[in-house]
């Protein structure tokens, strides 16, 4: 059974940075597609960053420049470094991990809060 634990989250002030990780375990197929989504208050879950296995990335574009994604395939961990946080960052972010159509698996989710 695939399981997905994040930690990193907490409370910041606007411009500070976290970083996110989120260890994966269990029968994990490749290739595959790691990442973050995140879901603020009221709104519904929408991505943040992911990267596939051989490293190529994608952003939101609200985070380019800001957060940069990263994984250690040894480790079957992804990361997410968030610098330059802005008080519209705040949510909960969930990790994810896709081995193929319909195959997604996910985290319980870390609450990021930055106050202004």
């Known amino acids: 059974q695939v399981q997905l634990v994040e930690s990193g989250g907490g409370l910041v002030q606007a411009g500070g940075s976290l970083r996110l990780s989120c260890v994966t375990s269990?029968?994990?197929?490749?290739?595959?597609?790691m990442g973050w989504y995140r879901q603020a208050p009221g709104k519904q879950r929408a991505l943040v960053a992911g990267i596939n296995s051989g490293g190529s990335t994608n952003y939101q574009d609200s985070v380019k420049g800001r957060f940069t994604i990263s994984r250690d395939n040894a480790k079957n961990t992804v990361y997410l470094q968030m610098n330059s946080l802005k008080p519209e960052d705040t949510a909960v972010y969930y990790c994810y991990l896709r081995t193929g159509p319909g195959r997604d698996y996910w985290g319980k989710g870390t609450l990021v809060t930055v106050s202004s």
């Open positions: 269990g029968s994990i197929f490749s290739p595959n597609v």
